[in-house]
Every structure is written in structure tokens, then in C-alpha cells.
């Protein structure tokens, strides 16, 4: 018996908030969005996805942001991702990476590090 690896990770995010968070994974991030299944569609939110990792955003009617619990994404480029996001708090706390913590547009808390 082996977890052999992390198939995706879940945030909640408020109602009609996908444009939002189109704009975010796919136009800052990166990722690609991938069409959800049709029966989970119905329930709003967005899916996305890049090599290696995949995020789904979930609506959720009384939502509130995951500001300690976060997906830790690790990136090729953390100063350009850092100049994209002007509200990027830099930590250099964790051996071996240079990191910075981001917020998505509806405040869930993302973490970028880059392999030193």
C-alpha cells in the first residue's frame, strides 16, 4: 500500500467569483483551465491545471479564504512571478528555496518557492 503522489488540491471560493479566478491561475499563474465534468460544472468553480500540479476551486456559499492552509506551487521564475504580484511577501525561512506568499483574488493564501 503507496500514496504515490498528490493528484490535485481544493480551495473554496465565493459565488460568481470564476472570472475572477480565471484571470488569477490562468493570467498571472499560468495554469490552463480544464473543463469540469458536466455533472460537477452545474456547481460553479473552475479547475486548472500545469505540469505537475492541479488546483480546483470550489464554490462555496459561506466562504471563507484559507489564509494558513495553502497549495505551495513550486515555480521556474519566483522573480518574475513576484513582479506580477505586487503584494508578494517574500520568506526565505525554508532551506534550500527562496518563497513568497501571494493571495488569489479572493484572499485564499498561495505559496511560490524556487529551488536555490
Request: aromatic letters at 8%.
Amino acid at each position: 500500500m503507496t500514496v504515490k503522489a498528490l493528484h490535485h488540491v481544493q480551495l473554496a471560493a465565493p459565488p460568481g467569483s470564476e472570472p475572477l479566478l480565471r484571470a488569477f491561475y490562468t493570467g498571472v499563474l499560468g495554469l490552463r483551465e480544464v473543463p469540469k465534468p458536466p455533472e460537477l460544472a452545474a456547481r460553479g468553480g473552475a479547475w486548472f491545471r500545469g505540469d505537475g500540479v492541479e488546483l480546483h476551486l470550489g464554490i462555496e456559499e459561506d466562504f471563507r479564504p484559507a489564509r494558513k492552509a495553502h497549495p505551495a506551487l513550486l515555480v521556474d521564475d519566483l522573480d518574475a512571478y513576484a513582479a506580477r504580484l505586487p503584494d508578494a511577501v517574500p520568506d526565505d525561512l525554508f532551506p534550500g528555496y527562496r518563497r513568497v506568499y501571494v493571495s488569489d483574488p479572493v484572499g485564499n493564501r498561495i505559496e511560490l518557492l524556487q529551488a536555490v
